[in-house]
């Protein structure tokens, strides 16, 4: 157990069963925040999970478009597509107006996104001084939910933002054994936790990628 420990402990504590699913959100009042919402753990398992998670805070807003920021350690490469999974871009026709929209905000302030389905993606400096600063300009442009997915073990420097954010995820195995759930889960800095399990390899990716699935047992959260 020690060693899993220490593999918890680099993502959830350095500078798993699913929740039960939430009652349905009430209706966002028209001057609402868009919510924010940070997702932590292995980086194989945290990309897809953070998209699933913007298409359930999109759908929550009743926005057209969600925008997830990457980041990634510097000494760690990004991992290889799945076999078969659909192009990191998706054909004009297959993109929403919405996402276009949004990561042309961006890029217009020099913001390298891109846009796929109903998401805008963008890559986050890997140093991680600068892509705190980067996330915040994210956050002063996109007016739309956001998701930040930190996809290897958590820098100081994110300590203060995360703190900032609606919502923290911690993306642990459905079979975690329960002190490594609840250690991880009580180091999670936002005001609104929770656990979720990695999702499984295909079509249930490739539907997350793309905005088009939604992660319905988040918990209720207020901007």
Do not use: K
């Not at 930040?148 to 073990?153: E, K, Q």
């Amino acid at each position: 157990m020690s060693g899993l420990l220490g593999r918890v402990g680099a993502f959830f504590l350095e500078p798993a069963g699913t929740p039960a699913r939430a009652n349905d959100p009430p209706p966002p009042s028209p001057d609402a925040a868009p919510l924010e919402a940070a997702v932590l753990g292995a980086p194989a398992a945290v990309v897809p999970v953070a998209a699933a998670i913007a298409g359930e805070l999109r759908a929550r807003a009743r926005a057209a478009a969600a925008l997830i920021c990457i980041w990634r350690p510097l000494d760690d490469p990004p991992p290889a597509p799945e076999p078969e999974a659909p192009a990191a871009r998706s054909p004009a026709g297959a993109t929403t107006p919405g996402a276009r929209r949004l990561a042309g905000r961006l890029l217009a302030c020099e913001l390298g996104a891109t846009a796929c389905g109903r998401l805008a993606w963008l890559a986050l400096d890997r140093d991680a001084v600068d892509a705190a600063a980067q996330f915040r300009r994210c956050r002063a442009v996109a007016r739309a939910p956001l998701v930040l997915a930190v996809a290897g073990a958590r820098p100081e420097p994110f300590e203060p933002l995360l703190a900032e954010l609606d919502l923290c995820v911690a993306v642990l195995p459905a079979g975690i054994e329960p002190p490594l759930r609840e250690l991880a889960i009580a180091r999670l800095p936002a005001a609104a936790r929770a656990v979720v399990a990695p999702l499984p390899p295909g079509p249930p990716r490739w539907a997350a990628m793309a905005g088009l699935a939604r992660l319905r047992t988040l918990p209720v959260v207020r901007a």
